[in-house]
């Protein structure tokens, strides 16, 4: 039950709107303003500029964001502590995950723990940025999150699926009828890149085998390059996750020399993580073992 000034401070950072801020909240436009001038008035700093563009941070303000960040998650968790030794299934639970899990998993996985746990409140944010999903779990912003394998940050991980690296090919490629794409070809056609600087798995694949790709365009966004592929503009290498429910027309290769990224369940520690968090866990290796079969 966090104090509604600094919840209202964080929406407000986070989305750069006073108005949207108190749509999610369920404030009036003019009661969300109250709460932060009122915040303003008890600290005697200035928080936000208000102009026609949006409502952003002032320096003041983005040096005491991380403060007032840290009060609530704390408050978070004592609270989620507190339920835990009341012995009430009750609380809430933040997940994070990239896109490929968020479509393809945690639907399936949130039914599963609703079903257990229905006293538990879920919010899910989705995050591609490998970096900032780290970041949010290290921070406490997130109870928990499915990260690719090895963390940068000293957090804790349990590994639950090695997910394969593929080729996606245009349907008249002069691959397209190989058993495998071979290795020596890595850089013999025109490529499609992500211009999305985390997409480290995907390098690294042409960094084992001393490879440099031969790249046509970069691209930051994942469909747009599904569509290039499809119309004949070069291949690209995906994992295999990312590529489930997907119609664009192509062939998927497995390569020559097997890939994998390893995604794992992430915690900051199993000493200060929540009941909750940690029964995902078990949710989630259980949804995995009858869905995907694996670990």
Not at 21 to 29: I, N, R, S
Not at 55 to 84: H, S, W
Not at 214 to 236: C, K, P, T
Request: with cysteine.
């Amino acid at each position: 039950m966090n104090n509604p000034k600094y919840n209202a401070f964080l929406k407000v950072a986070e989305m750069g709107s006073i108005k949207h801020a108190a749509d999610l909240l369920g404030y009036t436009q003019t009661g969300m303003s109250y709460l932060i001038n009122t915040l303003e008035e008890e600290l005697d700093i200035k928080l936000f500029v208000r102009n026609y563009g949006g409502t952003v941070l002032t320096a003041e303000g983005k040096e005491l964001l991380p403060f007032i960040k840290g009060i609530c998650n704390m408050e978070n968790r004592l609270y989620n502590k507190v339920n835990e030794l009341k012995n009430l299934d009750s609380g809430r639970l933040t997940i994070g995950a990239p896109a490929s899990v968020h479509i393809n998993w945690l639907p399936g996985m949130i039914k599963m723990y609703s079903a257990l746990h229905p006293g538990i409140d879920i919010e899910i944010k989705c995050c591609d940025d490998a970096n900032l999903l780290e970041e949010m779990i290290y921070d406490g912003d997130i109870d928990c999150g499915f990260i690719i394998m090895p963390p940068k940050k000293k957090i804790e991980t349990v590994e639950l699926i090695d997910d394969p690296m593929v080729a996606i090919l245009p349907m008249n490629h002069p691959l397209a009828k190989a058993t495998f794409f071979p290795i020596d070809d890595l850089d013999k056609y025109p490529y499609i890149d992500t211009t999305v600087s985390t997409d480290f798995e995907v390098h690294a694949v042409f960094a084992s085998h001393g490879k440099k790709a031969n790249i046509a365009y970069r691209l930051d966004n994942e469909f747009s390059i599904l569509s290039m592929v499809s119309q004949g503009f070069g291949f690209s290498l995906y994992p295999e996750l990312l590529l489930k429910n997907v119609s664009f027309p192509f062939i998927k290769k497995r390569l020559e020399i097997p890939a994998f990224r390893t995604i794992a369940f992430a915690i900051r520690s199993k000493a200060t993580s929540s009941t909750a968090a940690l029964n995902f866990l078990d949710t989630a290796q259980i949804w995995l073992r009858l869905n995907e079969g694996r670990r």
